[in-house]
């Protein structure tokens, strides 16, 4: 295959800036039949070689134009004047994920590459970097300001209660996820955790990567986390970046991002669903979904307690009044008066046994003095109604008569409690405990 | 997973509605306010188990074919 000879191109009409560049050994062969190229072969060929001379160059953005499909923009060098004019795809803009204006340093790679029907010489970009603090400033405030319109920053997801299924996005090395596993509760937290650079080149693949992944593969997560330490506007460039943020937006997880920063807040941030700055305040927030339980449980046990406490109160302090009525609907029926006692006695003891050993099961911060009352109270009435059982028991005529006592009637029915009320002659009847007597006066004794 | 904290909320909401209710009784009727008691009780400690103390489960996710980012 016949070598190529090395070329030099002068450059321009007054050949004295020498060489422009060498083109390398080797590359495309040349028909051997001709001696010179086609314009659109020469182009080609040079296009080629250009292709592999992958280079970053940096300047001052001019004359930027975004276009449909394209943008274009010249880059200047600011102590020659020099230009070097860059044009990329509307999509390669995009996934830059850094917005331009005329007079941002830059930095962009990619390749040098002419333009055939035009002839001239242009620079092919692949990647952009806002060099410097006033460049990067300029494209985080560029980035604010039109997400901030799009309304990516007015969409915030609650997070949900008591979070058990954690995706994790951060870098392993460092402190930062140590912090956060430190300080999260052991509540049996599911941890899953994501390795990604969180600055550099791999930042932002990484970081997009690891959402996507989580999205697909374990949708079901509570909670999406990204964290990150502190650091300078340039460092944190990954989480300025349009994709990453745009990436964010779109995840089913709700996401919570626990990134560092000193004054301007990370535009990840902004688009998160919730956001704080540091790995120990992610720690707390996540633990923090457990609040309704943690502090709401110890809040329901007290009103429950007191509240039963209040109503056993109530109760007791009726017992008096259900005690009369029961007497009073009752009255001469001693047999149905004794039976209702012993019921409510009985309803009463047990609901006071009960009492304590729900009480027990509940808690030992019981209010002790809720139950001495109560106690206290139930005490009294369940002594109270004893007495009137015993006040039954001997009243009840059927016991006496069981004792050998006798009941004796006059000829009309009424109970005979003087001799002086009976005639001689006179049918008594006498009530046994067991049967009854018909007899005859015969005599009568005072 | 959803159930799971679904089931806490309900369970929270639970207890709510059996403070409330005795809290708003007018009626006092024992038998009642001892099942709800009861029925609170369990709850209660149903909840105090969700909160022991069980350690935090921690893994990395095995890429399987990403772009390396070591």
């Known amino acids: 295959m016949p070598k190529k000879k090395k070329d030099k191109i002068q450059n321009g009409d007054d050949g004295s800036l020498g060489d422009l560049f060498e083109l390398p050994k080797g590359g495309l062969p040349i028909s051997p039949a001709k001696d010179y190229f086609s314009v659109g072969e020469f182009l080609d060929i040079l296009n080629e070689h250009l292709k592999s001379e992958k280079v970053s160059v940096a300047g001052e953005v001019t004359e930027f134009r975004a276009h449909d499909k394209w943008v274009s923009f010249s880059l200047k060098d600011k102590e020659d004047k020099s230009i070097l004019k860059c044009f990329l795809s509307i999509w390669t803009y995009r996934s830059a994920g850094v917005l331009l204006e005329d007079g941002m340093e830059v930095k962009v790679s990619g390749y040098p590459r002419i333009y055939k029907l035009a002839g001239t010489f242009s620079f ?49 090395d460092g402190v930062v996820i140590h ?28 970081i997009i990567g690891g959402i996507k992944w989580l999205n697909k593969n374990m949708p079901d997560l509570d909670v999406m986390v990204i964290m990150r330490g502190g ?4 460092s944190m460039q990954a989480f300025n970046n349009e994709q990453v943020c745009r990436e964010i937006f779109s995840s089913k997880i709700p996401v919570l991002c626990g990134i560092g920063h000193e004054v301007d807040v990370p535009i990840a941030c902004l688009v998160a669903d919730a956001y704080v700055s540091t790995p120990t305040a992610t720690a707390y927030t996540i633990n923090e979904s457990w609040d309704d339980l943690v502090s709401g449980l ?41 039976k209702e006692a012993s019921g409510i006695s009985g309803r009463i003891f047990s609901a006071f ?29 369940i002594s109270q109604i004893q007495k009137f059982e015993k006040i039954i028991a001997v009243a009840d005529p059927e016991r006496n008569l069981r004792l050998g006592y006798s009941i004796v009637f006059d000829g009309s029915g009424r109970v005979i409690k003087n001799a002086k009320d009976v005639k001689k002659g006179e049918v008594i009847k006498t009530k046994l405990g067991k049967g009854e007597i018909e007899s005859e006066v015969k005599s009568i004794t005072n | 997973m959803a159930t799971k904290n679904n089931d806490i909320g309900e369970s929270l909401k639970k207890l709510e509605a059996i403070a409330s209710w005795f809290e708003k009784e007018n009626e006092i009727d024992v038998e009642e306010g001892l099942k709800k008691v009861r029925e609170g009780a369990a709850l209660i400690k149903d909840l105090k188990s969700r909160l022991a103390e069980v ?11 990403t772009k390396d980012t070591e």
């Open chain 2, 55 to 65: 350690t935090n489960e921690f893994e990395e996710i095995k890429k399987e074919l």
């Open chain 1, 298 to 338: 110890p809040m329901f046990e007290r009103r429950i307690i007191t509240q039963f406490g209040f109503y056993l109160k109530e109760f007791s302090s009726k017992l008096p009044y259900l005690w009369k009525n029961i007497y009073g609907r009752f009255g001469d029926n001693l047999a149905g008066l004794k």
């Open chain 1, 231 to 234: 650091g300078s506007l340039e």
């Open chain 1, 353 to 381: 046994r009960r009492v304590f050993v729900q009480f027990g099961i509940m808690s030992d911060r019981i209010t002790k003095d809720a139950i001495r009352i109560i106690g206290d109270r139930l005490t009294h009435y």
């Open chain 1, 124 to 172: 092919n970009v692949e990647t952009i970097e806002p060099l410097g603090e006033g460049s990067l400033k300029k494209a985080y405030l560029l980035l604010l300001k039109m997400l901030e319109k799009e309304g990516l920053f007015a969409r915030k997801r609650a997070l949900p209660r008591f979070i058990k299924n954690i995706g994790v996005i951060s870098s392993k």
């Open chain 1, 179 to 206: 912090d956060f596993r430190k300080n999260l509760k052991p509540l049996g937290f599911q941890i899953k955790f994501f390795n990604s650079r969180v600055e550099g080149a791999d930042a932002v693949p990484g």
